[in-house]
């Protein structure tokens, strides 16, 4: 599979890395993050505070930078258009994230305190929803209506998957493609329309929006995977946010269905037992049994089949400028996951 993927992904971009991507892209990341700052302006006086708290520039920005890749030009000139709609998708997501929070009862996001911890779960809730509204509000004001459909659809979307997700709950019957429907409509879809509106708002043709459009949600599946697994192989202090909320909280996921595939029946029934709020199983003993069973491999096998996918759709449009740094978005997931599998996976 590793082969597949080095294979494809020489076919589209000059030998480059992802450092070399940020540095083009700097410009107008700067850009976001002073529409941002300037965005917390428009909230109520009262909120300003918990609106910057949640705002800040600390973050990877990553939905964003799909819009700017997507929307590359060549010539590093940062587009207006292209900072309003980044800016649009960076506040939904973190409106997603800050209920996400109070869901997962989780304490720590981007090495801090969550906006749940920080303020309490009533008020964070409503600070969500103002996050949701302001970002509604900042793509209504593009010339078209569009960019506002296409958002809004996106956020009842990735609500709807949200909604799925809490509903099955402690439900041991999930199958693959229920699975990968939920991580479809609660992440894929956000990446999915940051990459197309990139490439429609620079005026790319409709053929490459499609295809930009493709890859986002290919790339979306991939980053709800490895993030899945993250939250059972990943460490706190390096990753910056709280782990094993999936298992605290009940939710079926890539890893704990490979892991229960492959465990005696009387570990299936501690884990089950775990899921449903009974007998704990624990972070750690879940962990070591991961290791053991060397279930990072299969997950991250179903990371890269995504990560194929993604690059194989912009084979037709190799000569354009987005191409090459599209391609570094998914070899900057595979570093990340081959830095995250190796240990685990380890003897």
Same mark, same amino acid.
Do not use: W
């Given at each position: 599979m590793a082969n597949t993927v080095a294979q494809a992904d020489a076919q589209l971009a000059p030998n480059t890395d992802a450092h070399g991507l940020f540095e083009r892209i700097r410009p107008h990341l700067a850009a976001l993050? #002073?529409?941002m700052r300037k965005e917390v302006e428009n909230f109520e006086p009262e909120i300003r505070e918990m609106a #910057?708290?949640?705002?800040?520039?600390t973050g990877k920005r990553l939905r964003p930078t799909m819009v700017f890749v997507s929307g590359w030009q060549g010539d590093g000139v940062v587009s207006e258009q292209l900072v309003r709609a980044a800016g649009v998708v960076e506040m939904v997501h973190?409106?997603?994230?800050?209920?996400?929070?109070i869901?997962?009862?989780?304490?720590?996001?981007?090495s801090r305190r969550t906006a749940s911890r920080e303020f309490g779960p009533d008020a964070a809730v409503l600070l969500g929803d103002a996050l949701f509204s302001q970002a509604l509000h900042i793509a209504s004001q593009f010339p078209t209506t569009e960019v506002c459909r296409l958002v809004s659809e996106s956020t009842r979307k990735v609500c709807s998957g949200e909604i799925m997700q809490?509903?099955?709950?402690?439900?041991?019957?999930?199958?693959?493609?229920?699975?990968?429907?939920?991580?479809?409509?609660?992440?894929?879809?956000?990446?999915?329309?940051?990459?197309?509106?990139?490439?429609?708002?620079?005026g790319h043709a409709p053929a490459f929006a499609a295809a930009a459009d493709r890859f986002g949600h290919h790339l979306g599946i991939a980053y709800q995977i490895y993030d899945d697994l993250v939250d059972?192989?990943?460490?706190?202090?390096?990753?910056?946010?709280?782990?094993?909320?999936?298992?605290?909280?009940?939710?079926?996921?890539?890893?704990?269905?490979?892991?229960?595939?492959?465990?005696s029946a009387d570990e299936r029934s501690a884990i089950v037992?775990?899921?449903?709020?009974?007998?704990?199983?624990?972070?750690?003993?879940?962990?070591?049994?991961?290791?053991?069973?060397?279930?990072?491999s299969g997950v991250v096998r179903a990371i890269e089949e995504e990560l194929v996918a993604a690059v194989s759709v912009l084979a037709s449009?190799?000569?354009? #400028?987005?191409?090459?740094?599209?391609?570094?978005?998914?070899?900057?997931?595979?570093?990340?996951?081959?830095?995250?599998?190796?240990? #685990?996976?380890?003897?």
């Open positions: 993050d #002073a529409f #910057a708290y949640c705002l800040d520039t973190l409106a997603t994230l800050v209920h996400d929070d869901m997962d009862r989780a304490e720590i996001r981007r809490t509903l099955r709950r402690r439900d041991i019957n999930i199958s693959l493609a229920e699975y990968r429907r939920m991580i479809d409509l609660k992440t894929a879809e956000l990446f999915r329309v940051s990459c197309f509106l990139g490439a429609r708002l620079s059972f192989v990943g460490e706190e202090q390096r990753i910056g946010k709280t782990l094993g909320t999936d298992l605290a909280t009940g939710k079926l996921t890539l890893p704990l269905m490979l892991l229960l595939e492959r465990v037992a775990a899921l449903r709020g009974g007998r704990p199983l624990g972070l750690p003993a879940s962990k070591q049994r991961m290791k053991e069973l060397g279930i990072a449009f190799g000569q354009l #400028a987005p191409v090459p740094l599209m391609r570094l978005l998914s070899e900057m997931l595979r570093q990340q996951v081959a830095a995250l599998s190796a240990p #685990a996976d380890s003897p």
